[in-house]
């Protein structure tokens, strides 16, 4: 009897066993999934106020951009963190695969600082337009009235402003700070300055008090384009980030439209 006792206790202990070792297996797949769906992803953002398409302000990066880039990330098991810097840097992080995407970004841009690099390009994520944001008793002046223009540190301007600059008719001034950029404006420190008009318009409204303070001159040289998402180092994570975003309208849109933007068009 007692060694018939013994016996079980063995199987018993043999049991328990390989019941401990099958659940801690089961708990190491288990963690292998949960950190395999956690995928980090370095996305690189302008580091400046650009709302309501994208900001970056207090080590937060939001807007509609955020949202959207948020939305997809939760979606596709994506962990993302920030990299918030100036637009100059920006580039060159993305260049030495520091940065996995790029945001924003679009193929008209820093055409000289992209040479010799291949990048893959979003499709369409916000549409935007950039052009020249003026004191109210200068709109309609025309473009004979603008002797200097302001911008942001980095942006790109349209052709046409492009080659009056060239020609020493107008006098472009860069800014780092839009907030700063838009009062140079409102003091008449510069003429006008060329920026995204829904963040320049924002930006009067919401963080400077001064609803109409500025507004935009369709009668001036301006540009449509859209906010696209690039890559150097991980084209398939764009094409990835496409086919979200085909299969998203709906959701997208509702994000566009609490953040009110494309509202121009």
Request: proline share 4%.
């Amino acid at each position: 009897m007692d060694t018939h006792q013994e016996r079980m206790r063995e199987i018993d202990v043999h049991l328990g066993c390989r019941m401990k070792i099958l659940f801690l297996v089961a708990a190491m797949l288990w963690t292998t999934v949960v950190f395999a769906d956690d995928k980090p992803l370095v996305v690189g953002v302008e580091e400046q106020d650009y709302l309501p398409n994208y900001g970056w302000k207090d080590g937060v990066f939001y807007g509609a951009g955020s949202d959207i880039l948020g939305a997809f990330a939760a979606d596709q098991g994506y962990k993302i963190t920030y990299r918030a810097l100036p637009i100059r840097r920006l580039y060159a992080e993305t260049f030495n695969g520091n940065v996995d995407i790029k945001f924003p970004d679009s193929p008209d841009w820093a055409a000289d600082v992209k040479k010799g690099f291949k990048l893959t390009y979003s499709t369409p994520v916000i549409g935007f337009i950039d052009g020249v944001v003026v004191k109210p008793d200068r709109l309609g002046h025309g473009i004979s009235a603008i002797h200097t223009l302001g911008t942001m540190g980095g942006f790109t301007v349209s052709n046409d402003w492009r080659s009056r600059i060239s020609a020493g008719t107008v006098e472009l001034k860069e800014n780092s700070r839009l907030d700063q950029l838009l009062r140079q404006v409102m003091l008449d420190r510069v003429d006008g300055a060329y920026v995204s008009v829904a963040a320049a318009l924002y930006v009067v409204d919401k963080s400077l008090g001064q609803k109409g303070g500025l507004a935009f001159d369709p009668g001036l040289p301006f540009q449509k384009g859209n906010y696209l998402a690039s890559s150097v180092s991980h084209p398939e994570i764009i094409q990835e980030f496409n086919r979200w975003m085909a299969g998203h309208q709906d959701q997208i849109k509702g994000i566009k439209t609490r953040w009110g933007v494309d509202s121009l068009y």
